[in-house]
C-alpha cells in the first residue's frame, strides 16, 4: 500500500475514515483489527490538532513552568530557583514533541496497520461515498461497504465584533505554535484554554491580562475557577470576569491591538488570543449529500451512529459529535464504534445497552477533564449542581488539602481543596473535583470509582499509601461517614 494511491481513482474499502487525528487513527485501527479494509483520508497533518497544536504542544510548553511553580513551592529546592526561565530551549522542547510539525512518522504508522491513506480533502458525495480532491486538483473516489467516520474535528470560533479581521487574534493554534513571547498578552475566554494559555504564556514571561464573561472554568466546582484565579493572580497576572470585548483595533499591523470592553475602558496589549469556544469541521464535507446540514453538530446514538441517516453506514466521532470535546474521549468513542462497525459488519450482535462493550456511557456519566494550570484542576462526573438539575438526591463532601500529611510533603504549605458528589439513594460517587498541584495524577482513581459504581462501603477499603497526596481520599471518605454516624 502507499501513501498517496495517485494512480487509484476509484477503490472500494469496508470503511471510510475523514480524519487522521488520534481520533481517526483510533477507529481505523480498531476496524482493521476486525479484519475490515479501511481507507483514511487527511486534508492536513496526519495527527491532526492534538498532535501538532493542542494537547501534545501545550503540555510540552506547560511542563516547564508547572515544574519551575513545583520547585518554588518545597523549602530547599525554591533556594536553587535562580534566573529566568529559558523560552529558547522550551519552545524547541515543544517543537522536539510535535516533530516540528513533520507528520512522517503518524503517516508511516496510519500505513503500517494495513490501511491506505490518502491525502486531500474528503467531502462525502452521497451514501458511502466519498471524493478526496489532492492539492494538485486530482480526485480519488472511495466507496465504503460498511462504514464512513466522520472525524474531522473542530476548530476555534472567533466573535463577530468591529475590527477582529484587522486585529489579527491569536487563537489556539497560534498560543501553542507561536516562538516569540509578546510582552502584553490579553486572551479572551476563562475556560480550559483560556487559563492554561495565560498559565503558560505569564509563566514564559508575558504579562497576561484574561478576560471572561462568567467566572473562570465555569463548568467545574466553583472552587476550582476560584483557586486557578488565584494561582494566576499569584503569578502576576490580571484576570477580569464579567468582562466581554465590544471591538478591536490594530490601525498599524506590527504595532499593538486596542481592546474596547463593555464597561467603557480599554486595553492595549501586544497580542490578543480568543479561546471562547470550537465549532465543528462539518461546513465542507458534503454533509448536504445525505440532507444534513453543513457546519453542523452531528447527532449520533450511543455508537455514534449518526441519527437519521438510512442504512445505519454513517458514524461521528470525537470533537463533530459534540458530546465531549477531549481527545481521550473522542478516542474511546472511536474504539466503541470501531467495535461496533465490526460487529454490524460480521452480522453479530451490537451491545449498546449502559456500559455495554458498543456504548459510549461514560460521555453521559464519567468524563475525566485536567486543566494543566497553577495549581492544577481535574474533574469526573457531574457536578454537584449539575447532579442536583438531573435530579439525582445528593450530598456534597468538602475537605481541603493540607489535611492530609502526604500533600504538604509533597508542597510545602499545600493549597487545594477536593469534593465528592455522593448519590445518596446509591451509596456511590456521581463527580468528584480536585484542585492543587499535580492532582491530574489523582483522577484515574476517581474516574474508576465514578465509572466502576463503586459503593462508598466498599471503597472506604481502597487504601492509600501514606505520605502521599492520594490520602485525600481516606479524608474525603472520613468526613462521609461521620456524616451520616
Known amino acids: 500500500m502507499t501513501e498517496t494511491l495517485e494512480n487509484q481513482e476509484h477503490a472500494s474499502y469496508d470503511v471510510i475514515v475523514l480524519g487522521a487525528g488520534p481520533v481517526g487513527q483510533n477507529v481505523a485501527d480498531r476496524a482493521r483489527a476486525a479484519g475490515l479494509t479501511v481507507a483514511v483520508v487527511e486534508r492536513e497533518l496526519v495527527g491532526g490538532e492534538c498532535s501538532y497544536w493542542a494537547c501534545v504542544p501545550s503540555k510540552a510548553l506547560l511542563r516547564p513552568v508547572i515544574a519551575l511553580a ?36 503518524q503517516a508511516q504508522w496510519v500505513k503500517s496497520i494495513g490501511t491506505d491513506l490518502f491525502r486531500g480533502h474528503g467531502r462525502l458525495d452521497g451514501p458511502r461515498s466519498v471524493t478526496v480532491t489532492r492539492d494538485d486538483g486530482g480526485r480519488h473516489t472511495l466507496t465504503a461497504r460498511h462504514a464512513v467516520a466522520v472525524a474531522t474535528g473542530s476548530r476555534p470560533v472567533l466573535p463577530d465584533v468591529p475590527g477582529i479581521q484587522e486585529a489579527r487574534p491569536w487563537t489556539n493554534r497560534h498560543g501553542t505554535d507561536s516562538s516569540t513571547v509578546p510582552d502584553r498578552l490579553a486572551i479572551v475566554g476563562g475556560g480550559g484554554v483560556g487559563v492554561e494559555m495565560a498559565t503558560l504564556w505569564q509563566g514564559l514571561g508575558s504579562h497576561v491580562t484574561l478576560l471572561a464573561r462568567h ?60 479561546a471562547i469556544g470550537r465549532t465543528p469541521n462539518t461546513d465542507d464535507i458534503g454533509l448536504d449529500t445525505v440532507q444534513l446540514a453543513p457546519g453542523s453538530w452531528l447527532d449520533v446514538d450511543t455508537t455514534c451512529l449518526v441519527r437519521g441517516i438510512d442504512g445505519g453506514w454513517l458514524y461521528a466521532l470525537g470533537d463533530v459529535n459534540h458530546r465531549a470535546l477531549l481527545t481521550h474521549q473522542g478516542k474511546y468513542q472511536a474504539r466503541t464504534a470501531g467495535d461496533a462497525i465490526a460487529a454490524r459488519a460480521a452480522g ?18 464519567a468524563v475525566p477533564q485536567v486543566f494543566f494550570t497553577d495549581p492544577e484542576a481535574a474533574a469526573v462526573g457531574p457536578t454537584a449542581e ?78 492509600a499509601c501514606f505520605p502521599t497526596v492520594s490520602e485525600i481520599w481516606l479524608f474525603l471518605l472520613a468526613a462521609h461517614q461521620h456524616a451520616h454516624d
Do not use: C
Not at 348 to 365: E, F, L, N
Open 70 to 105: 513545583d520547585a518554588r513551592g518545597v523549602d530547599g529546592a525554591r533556594q536553587a530557583v535562580t534566573g529566568h526561565i529559558d523560552t529558547d530551549a522550551v519552545f524547541a522542547r515543544r517543537n522536539r514533541y510535535v516533530s516540528d510539525w513533520d507528520d512522517t512518522g
Open 215 to 274: 467566572r473562570p472554568l465555569p463548568r467545574m466546582e466553583p472552587f476550582a475557577g476560584e483557586l486557578v484565579t488565584h494561582g494566576l493572580t499569584q503569578a502576576g497576572a490580571d484576570v477580569r470576569t464579567d468582562t466581554q470585548v465590544t471591538a478591536l483595533r490594530r490601525p498599524d499591523p506590527t504595532g499593538p491591538v486596542t481592546l474596547s470592553l463593555d464597561d467603557g475602558s480599554e486595553l492595549e496589549a501586544d497580542e490578543v488570543m480568543f
Open 348 to 365: 453479530r450482535p451490537v451491545d449498546d445497552a449502559p456500559w455495554g462493550d458498543h456504548a459510549t456511557t461514560a460521555d453521559q456519566h
Open 386 to 463: 449539575q447532579a442536583a438539575r438531573a435530579g439525582h438526591r445528593i450530598k456534597t463532601i468538602d475537605v481541603d488539602f493540607n489535611a492530609a500529611q502526604g500533600a504538604n510533603l509533597h508542597t510545602d504549605n499545600y493549597q487545594g481543596h477536593a469534593r465528592m458528589v455522593v448519590d445518596l439513594d446509591r451509596d456511590v460517587l456521581l463527580g468528584v473535583t480536585f484542585v492543587g498541584p499535580g492532582v491530574g495524577e489523582l483522577l484515574h482513581s476517581a474516574t474508576v470509582a465514578v465509572a466502576g459504581q463503586v459503593p462508598l462501603k466498599r471503597l472506604r477499603h481502597a487504601i
